[in-house]
């Protein structure tokens, strides 16, 4: 009967090791941005994973997922204190800790129904990062629309791996980085390579192999001249302002312009804190600098219709005032909306009672014809949503327009890392990104992901910038929804039929890791567990 493979390390050694794993993969994403760091923390994730039992893969999960998340996401707890910080870390470690789960086992099954080399070096790393991918799809749609921050390939907006979002999306960039990690650590463990060079070989030719790949051709049919203005207005949720003094700031920054000639001006989301079609003071304004400017200006407000509040974005044009609007279409949960109002308020009623408006997701369509220009619109965390970003090149986008608020995060780390997905999207569609935020940093982005021009945060001002217009799709923006999906599932499927395939006197994995055995055979993670004991 063949023994469960004992853990190279001891369980409270692993939930150190995994402990550290979180800040170290951290570290890999902006604002430190150290992206070498993002393989390492993956590694240590995966290394305390091996040869655990079920409830040591939990809580060796879980652990590494508190670790991560506590530090990624400590922006949530700014303003609004450490319930909504702890509460979603808790709950993307709960995820994380499922995930961990899935992967010990695969650690443990796979090898024992495929034992070659073939199987350990080839079809273990797959599995491995096929998982790991679903649980980041599942997270990233679910539940309430998921939470898409803090995936792996987000840690790699600025590294030589950028380009390769462009051909299989951020999921597909992820399995990558996974793939990469597991298949280094099984070339390092696989007995069959002895000889030092190989182990060193194999890992330098794969890496080689995914950055020797072409970055997606640009194919620029035209430019527009862009203009951006950062307001720098007190538009945080507990800044102290009278009405329409976020709609001065803009307005103030964006007088400079007149004389300027542009195609069209960005302001960002909730860039008009009084809604022009509410308020004819404000479209007076909006008009004024329509006429002054020569440019139709592109403006984020608040507005109610038929009783219900949208986060939208209108194209204001001279003369003619809202000629075309977008609704937010994934408004945040606990932001912008309480879901299941009645069941959650009890745990934080203050917290939850100071969300007064419950956001409606908009239905229209994500494009602006700015004339004769194909702008695709996002507004804030729309930027993370994979799908609305196919959605915008589907129907012709030639450029993306990010709008956001940051001023609830102060100089926190959110930011930086909403500008390395925006970043992302630019190269994943082969689009140039104006992200303008009412605080900052706002930058214009080119298409190959590089920094056209940029504001510094908490500093007013304007972008001016010839955008390329790009025409043509990547093959992400062609298959990106369909990579993730068969990678996930085939994840799924190897370790289901690892499963079905195990031989019928298999022990089952144990619930502890007290009493593990060793495993007779020194392959792949059991290799390690011998090197260990040496």
């Not at 696989?190 to 194999?202: G, K, M, Q």
């Not at 940093?441 to 590089?450: C, E, F, H, L, W």
């Amino acid at each position: 009967m063949t023994t469960p493979t004992r853990p190279p390390l001891p369980l409270f050694a692993a939930v150190l090791v995994a402990a550290v794993a979180g800040p170290v993969l951290d570290a890999g994403f902006p604002d430190r941005g150290i992206w070498p760091l993002a393989f390492v923390g993956v590694a240590l994730i995966l290394v305390a994973l091996i040869g655990r039992s079920a409830g040591g893969a939990l809580l060796t999960g879980f652990i590494a997922g508190l670790s991560f998340y506590l530090i990624h996401v400590s922006w949530t707890a700014l303003y609004l204190g450490p319930v909504p910080w702890v509460a979603l870390s808790f709950l993307e470690s709960i995820f994380f800790a499922g995930g961990a789960l899935l992967l010990t086992l695969a650690f443990r099954w796979v090898p024992q129904v495929w034992p070659t080399p073939l199987g350990r070096i080839g079809l273990l790393p797959v599995t491995i990062a096929g998982l790991w991918t679903a649980r980041e799809a599942l997270v990233s749609t679910w539940p309430y629309g998921g939470f898409a921050w803090g995936r792996v390939a987000l840690s790699q907006s600025e590294s030589p791996f950028a380009p390769l979002v462009a051909w299989v999306g951020i999921s597909g960039l992820s399995f990558l980085v996974v793939w990469l990690v597991i298949f280094i650590i099984q070339v390092l463990l696989e007995p069959e390579f002895a000889v030092p060079s190989i182990r060193l070989l194999a890992p330098a030719a794969a890496a080689a192999l995914l950055l020797a790949l072409p970055a997606w051709p640009v194919i620029e049919r035209a430019t527009s001249t862009i203009a951006a203005v950062q307001g720098n207005g007190k538009a945080g949720y507990f800044d102290e302002r009278e009405p329409g003094d976020i709609l001065a700031a803009q307005t103030s920054a964006t007088l400079p312009l007149v004389g300027t000639p542009v195609d069209m001006i960005v302001w960002p989301e909730n860039g008009s804190d009084l809604d022009p079609l509410a308020v004819p003071q404000a479209a007076s304004i909006l008009d004024y600098l329509a006429t002054q400017t020569g440019a139709p200006l592109l403006i984020g407000t608040i507005q109610e219709r038929d009783g219900r509040y949208f986060n939208t974005s209108l194209l204001w044009e001279s003369g003619e005032g809202a000629t075309d609007f977008y609704d937010k279409k994934h408004p945040v949960p606990f932001g912008e909306y309480v879901p299941d109002r009645d069941i959650w308020e009890p745990f934080a009623p203050d917290l939850i009672g100071m969300i007064d408006r419950e956001y409606t997701p908009g239905t229209r369509d994500n494009v602006f014809d700015v004339n004769g220009v194909i702008v695709g619109l996002s507004i804030c965390f729309d930027i993370v949503d994979d799908a609305l970003t196919r959605e915008a090149v589907d129907q012709g986008a030639q450029v993306i327009i990010a709008q956001t608020n940051n001023a609830d995060f102060g100089r926190t780390d959110e930011n930086q890392q909403q500008l390395a997905i925006a970043r992302l999207r630019a190269i994943e569609s082969s689009r140039s990104v104006v992200n303008v935020s009412t605080v900052g940093t706002s930058q214009i982005i080119g298409p190959d992901g590089a920094t056209l021009t940029g504001i510094p945060a908490y500093t007013p001002g304007y972008m001016v910038q010839d955008v390329p217009l790009v025409a043509g799709k990547t093959p992400a923006m062609l298959i990106g929804g369909q990579v993730e999906a068969l990678v996930s599932f085939f994840g799924l499927g190897s370790l289901a039929a690892a499963l079905l395939l195990r031989p019928k006197r298999q022990e089952k994995l144990p619930l502890s890791d007290i009493g593990s055995r060793k495993s007779p055979s020194l392959t792949g993670a059991g290799a390690l567990a011998a090197a260990g004991r040496r």
